[in-house]
């Protein structure tokens, strides 16, 4: 198993621009979730869904869109990306919520 | 919702144990306690987690007290390569808050 895989590893951004970081897992889990930690911070709750079709906001969902078409993939989509969106974003997936959850490397993103 | 407290920071000598607490004051009787680390800017890694019981696995074991309210991370003998921030986490009914955690120095 790969696990849970996420591209790019790095990315530089103009402000305005839209990007969308991928992130897939081969373990068949159904809840997956999006995580975004700044610099010297704890992780903060972009988005997350619990299944194909379904996806909620968590913490801080404004300026980040998602889909969950297919069980393996959960892409997050930023609109129109700004200096405040400069972080590392990581993408981690479980068989429920309340099972251990499994991490990928991470995106390093930077918007200028 | 089960909301969890941690000290900010903690300092270990190597080779001592340490003993990472959290409060879960708040944690519903079929809530786990999940514990995770994070090692400089890696992905979280899941450490141990457990519900009523203290559990121990070959990372650390986890004691949590008999009313539920709060649990100890216990690494038996700290080593240098253990320095990272220690979540501890109390999954809801649909989602995953993360707090600060602890950051753990290991000193020399």
């Known amino acids: 198993n790969a696990g849970v895989t996420q591209t790019p590893k790095f990315q530089v951004l103009k402000t305005g621009q839209s990007m969308t970081l991928q992130c897939a897992q081969d373990m068949n889990h159904e809840y997956m979730s999006w995580y975004r930690q700044d610099p010297g911070m704890g992780l903060r709750l972009i988005h997350y869904?619990?299944?194909?079709?379904?996806?909620d906001q968590g913490e801080v969902p404004n300026g980040y869109n998602v889909s969950r078409s297919t069980t393996e993939d959960f892409p997050l989509r930023l609109l129109s990306a700004a200096p405040s969106q400069t972080s590392v974003y990581f993408c981690?997936?479980?068989?429920?919520?309340?099972?251990?959850?499994?991490f990928g490397p991470g995106t390093r993103l930077t918007v200028l | 919702d089960a909301k969890t407290t941690q000290p900010p920071s903690m300092d270990c000598a190597e080779g001592r144990a340490a003993n990472l607490p959290c409060n879960h004051s708040t944690i519903s009787g079929n809530e786990y306690v999940y514990w995770y680390r994070q090692i400089h800017s890696q992905g979280p890694q899941y450490i141990i987690h457990?519900?009523?019981n203290n559990e121990t696995n070959e990372m650390a074991s986890l004691i949590i007290t008999e009313d539920r309210k709060s649990s100890t991370l216990i690494l038996p003998h700290a080593t240098l390569r253990d320095t990272a921030v220690y979540y501890c986490i109390v999954p809801r009914w649909d989602k995953i808050i993360f707090g600060k955690g602890t950051r753990l120095h290991i000193l020399p």
């Open positions: 457990g519900l009523k």
């Open positions: 869904s619990v299944g194909a079709g379904i996806t």
């Open positions: 981690a997936s479980s068989y429920t919520v309340s099972d251990t959850q499994y």
